[in-house]
């Protein structure tokens, strides 16, 4: 049987970090050791919480971000697969067992990664929509996956140290050095691996700019850089189809209400483009009708648009900027 270590980088973590660790204390399959990377160091209490709890703390001298934290932990844990979880997620007693399975069913997968549920404990309506939509998506996703996730996901020690592990150089923040990584093992010739039943409860409070900020500046604007960096477009997960109707038709929209300002006329073709988005949007919509009821997802609808309007508008960005950097 394989061993198994667990990774978990935290920073000014004092608030989620005890559920987080109570958690996995609480898991069916348990990890032989549990790491936590003070990526800091935190002012708080974040290294006494862990080792409180048992767990075996590093202590960076400067912050290097979830990715350069991850890889200290990697570096000083002794286990054939490492599990990354957030510290502010919290796993559900089955979720790393069958995380875990995966790796002795499938010898050819290099990672695997699991989902949000659908019981985020933040009751404001940001909250509830961001966490639901990212259960929502991965849930709908292929489980042969073309990309990686590592809020809650495992992965080969091998496979891991093979590709060089994440690119702290380049994503010294949050952003999207998971999804980076898990396009350099699929090239490595590694699978990656959704499953979709492995979840946690994601205790992340969001605000409507928090989110915006986040989903444009840290995930959508690089996550462009690297699709055309890569020439590696998936149809999968947030990129599907879907979500690509969705966006052109805000993004033709928003171009014909400007113009709708000189020739009226337009404004029917406005009209036409956000029903087109909404219906786009719509399977989303209905998901949210069923967990939280038909007003949430009436309440959910300008959200979605606008959604589709910043995923657009970072795609236009990082479009810009890839050519930039083309030329320079």
């Known amino acids: 049987m394989q061993s198994l270590s667990a990774v978990i980088p935290a920073y000014q973590a004092s608030r989620v970090l005890p559920a987080c660790l109570d958690a996995l204390a609480a898991s069916n399959v348990q990890p032989q050791e549990v790491i936590v990377v003070d990526d800091g160091p935190s002012t708080d209490d974040t290294a006494a919480i862990a080792r409180g709890r048992g767990a075996r703390v590093i202590s960076m001298t400067r912050q290097l971000g979830p990715g350069g934290a991850r890889n200290a932990g990697v570096a000083a844990a002794g286990g054939d697969l490492i599990l990354f979880v957030d510290s502010d997620v919290c796993v559900r007693p089955d979720a790393v067992g069958k995380l875990v399975a995966v790796f002795a069913d499938q010898h050819d997968v290099a990672a695997a990664f699991g989902s949000y549920d659908t019981s985020p404990p933040a009751s404001n309506f940001t909250s509830q929509y961001k966490n639901l939509l990212h259960h929502y998506v991965h849930q709908q996703g292929r489980e042969d996956a073309q990309t990686f996730w590592a809020g809650l996901g495992a992965v080969r020690r091998s496979a891991f140290e093979a590709v060089g592990g994440f690119d702290a150089q380049r ?138 309007a910043a995923s657009g508008f970072a795609f236009a960005v990082g479009l810009l900027r890839h050519g930039k950097r083309r030329l320079s």
Do not use: C
């Open 171 to 308: 994503y010294g923040r949050p952003s999207i050095e998971d999804i980076e990584l898990g396009y350099r093992l699929l090239a490595a010739g590694g699978r990656v691996r959704l499953v979709k039943s492995a979840q946690g409860t994601h205790l992340k409070r969001w605000t409507l700019s928090g989110m915006l900020r986040t989903d444009v500046f840290d995930r959508a604007i690089p996550w462009t850089e690297l699709i055309l960096s890569s020439g590696r477009m998936p149809d999968d997960l947030n990129l599907g189809w879907r979500h690509r109707l969705g966006v052109a038709s805000v993004g033709l929209a928003l171009a014909a209400a400007v113009g709708a300002l000189f020739a009226p006329q337009l404004w029917i073709f406005v009209l036409l483009m956000l029903a087109v988005a909404a219906g786009a949007g719509s399977d989303a919509i209905a998901f949210f009708a069923r967990e939280r009821g038909i007003l949430f997802a009436l309440r959910a609808i300008p959200l979605h648009l606008a959604y589709f």
